[in-house]
């Protein structure tokens, strides 16, 4: 079980291709090369978003965002190309390391762990504090003191609720209640 | 000064029998010093034997050690990896073999598996060039994730793994560019221009059209194709985001993860 260790307060640690290497911004025009880079950027952005704990990006909130400048180079990687990479994220040479919001392409969400992943591992530490059988609201899941130490420890709901989709459809969790008072049980 | 020389013919032959005796001499003593240099050589083989079987262990784990010992090796000639390739053949290279057990022609199999692994896994974004500097620094961090990480290893290392490659005909060689060593592990051959354009990145960093065009007096539909080429080959990467075109050389890529 992966605990949380690093402090989301530290500024993300960027990589020296991405300090000192300007053509990192523009994406390659021979083929090799373009795919070697986009990996590089998905490595990137999952890395950060990781740190940081965000699950979701917009294009617009983020193109001016350091993930995407580097103020130090004068350099940014353009909206456009950022959607090139989301779209490598999203395919399966990415890994679906991504999923656009809508087809509009404007957010999508970063697959750090994949919904997936994630409902691996809460169903680990269900499994661990012997809270098979019982029934958990999704706030106690994700705010509870119980799972302070866990990854998933403060995520976003709307990826909890992905991830426990695909418990219930393992008939490993059954989820039920209304929007903001949602309680899932375990078995 | 009275000479002692005879005079008349007798001297002649004298001399003639002289110098004979004298090349009889000289060559009786250049055999013996030959034979004793040989034995000699015999002597410090079977030590380095011993001191190879000895301190395998060390040899192994420290480049430092490995790279003083290599040069031992060459001291006395004896090279390290022809011994790793004769093993068998107890004739030739029967003594290299005897020296270098297997257990250090196994050490650098490994380090030319990992250099192979590494080119393998950069070569789409450096083209299949890689320094041996950076290849050496790769090796020696490991690769993350992987249990077991990384081998000591010195350039020497790395250079004398990529020699021992040259049996299998797989392409990898060393090349030098502007002073620099770069293993190459694609046998695609530059040409003249590439290799010119290559080394002048290799000392600027970067470059443009432009400033081809200007230091080489070359043409720019020259310049322009070279640099096309190279780009193809992902041997340069470019830069839009300035007033002109920067093209720089990949090197700076490898790290992270």
Same mark, same amino acid.
């Given at each position: ?58 294009? %617009? ?23 090139? %990479? ?48 019982? %029934? ?52 | ?257």
């Amino acid at each position: 079980m992966t605990t949380l260790t690093q402090n989301q307060s530290d500024p993300f640690k960027f990589s020296e291709h991405y300090t000192g290497y300007p053509p990192f911004f523009t994406l390659q025009t021979s083929a090799s090369a373009r795919q070697a880079q986009l990996k590089r950027w998905s490595r990137l952005i999952q890395r950060y978003c990781r740190h940081y704990k965000i699950f979701q990006i917009s294009i %617009v909130d983020y193109q001016d965002k350091d993930l995407f400048r580097n103020a130090k180079l004068n350099k940014k990687l353009y909206p456009e190309d950022i959607r090139t %990479v989301i779209d490598f994220m999203v395919s399966q040479d990415g890994q679906q390391r991504a999923e656009w919001v809508t087809s509009a392409k404007a957010s999508a969400w970063i697959w750090w762990r994949r919904p997936e992943e994630w409902a691996t591992s809460i169903a680990a530490w269900v499994d661990e504090t012997g809270q098979k059988g019982s %029934v958990l609201t999704l706030y106690e899941i994700v705010e509870g003191d119980a799972s302070e130490n866990q990854e998933f420890h403060g995520m976003d709901m709307e990826v909890l609720r992905k991830g426990l989709a695909v418990l219930a459809k393992q008939n490993r969790a059954q989820v039920f209640g209304t929007d903001d008072q949602q309680g899932v049980k375990f078995f | 000064m009275s000479s002692r020389r005879g005079v008349g013919l007798g001297a002649f032959t004298d001399r003639t029998s002289t110098a004979s005796a004298y090349q009889t001499r000289g060559s009786e003593l250049k055999q013996s010093r030959a034979a004793s240099l040989l034995a000699q050589r015999e002597v410090i083989q079977s030590l380095l034997h011993n001191f190879a079987v000895q301190h395998v262990d060390t040899i192994k784990a420290n480049p430092q050690f490995r790279a003083e010992f290599a040069r031992m090796c060459h001291a006395v000639g004896v090279d390290p990896l022809a011994g790793s390739n004769a093993r068998g053949k107890k004739s030739e290279g029967g003594l290299r073999a005897k020296v270098f057990g297997a257990d250090l022609k196994d050490f650098y199999c490994s380090v030319a598996v990992r250099v192979v692994e590494l080119c393998q896994r950069t070569v789409a974004e450096n083209g299949g060039l890689i320094g041996v500097k950076e290849c050496c620094e790769a090796v020696t961090r490991g690769r993350a994730g992987l249990i077991g990480g990384g081998l000591q290893v010195s350039e020497d290392d790395i250079k004398a793994a990529v020699k021992s490659l040259e049996p299998l005909h797989s392409g990898f060689k060393i090349i030098i560019i502007a002073g620099k060593e770069f293993v190459r592990s694609i046998p695609k051959e530059l040409n003249t221009d590439q290799s010119t354009v290559l080394e002048i990145l290799q000392l600027l960093g970067n470059i443009t059209i432009s400033l081809l065009v200007l230091n080489l007096s070359w043409p720019k539909a020259r310049a322009k194709t070279v640099i096309d080429d190279l780009q193809a080959d992902s041997l340069v990467w470019v830069d839009k985001q300035c007033p002109e075109w920067e093209y720089w050389s990949p090197h700076g890529l490898l790290d992270e993860d």
